[in-house]
């Protein structure tokens, strides 16, 4: 990743990520994908606490089963039933005391475009649209979450390396 890119990932306080397209995609997601996804996003949401980071998921689905789990998980932020993200995501800001400058967001499609290009830092998977590859700070190479996070959370703790 580009110097830039890892300064303003250093910087980074709330790491939110769209749910379909993104983190899960919808074909062949089995029960067991399911188990393991939620495993993986509580030690995500265990990782970045200790380093006092937050982890949410921004999504336009419903309140499902999928949806009750997630909110389960300590330590995770969870906004649903969200077609308008940024005012979705406005309340949560200012309920953390924080700016958007602190704020990574993870999108593929149109709908994310918005709270994609008000946040302090912005990807895409490589699956996302065109449009948005377009407007976002990097794109992953990654389309799984377990990659995605790694690609990430790889470079944020290659960052500290060297600031430190």
Do not use: W
């Not at 509580?42 to 200790?50: D, G, P, R, T």
């Not at 008000?118 to 895409?124: E, F, M, P, V």
């Amino acid at each position: 990743m580009k110097a830039n890119i890892l300064k303003k990932l250093s910087e980074i306080k709330l790491y939110l990520f769209d749910l379909e397209g993104v983190l899960i995609h919808k074909n062949n997601f089995t029960d067991e994908d399911q188990n393991r996804f939620f495993i993986l996003i509580e030690e995500v949401c265990n990782k970045l606490s200790i380093q006092n980071k937050k982890i949410g998921i921004v999504t336009a689905r419903g309140e499902d089963q999928f949806v009750l789990k997630l909110r389960e998980i300590l330590k995770c932020e969870v906004i649903s039933s969200s077609i308008e993200k940024v005012s979705s995501v406005d309340k949560l800001v200012l309920q953390l005391s924080m700016n958007y400058d602190s704020v990574f967001y993870a999108g593929d499609d149109i709908l994310d475009i918005p709270l994609l290009k008000k946040c302090g830092l912005s990807a895409a998977p490589s699956t996302a649209r065109r449009e948005v590859k377009r407007i976002v700070d990097f794109t992953f190479k990654s389309n799984t979450a377990i990659e995605i996070f790694d690609e990430l959370f790889f470079n944020v703790n290659e960052m500290k390396t060297i600031t430190h």
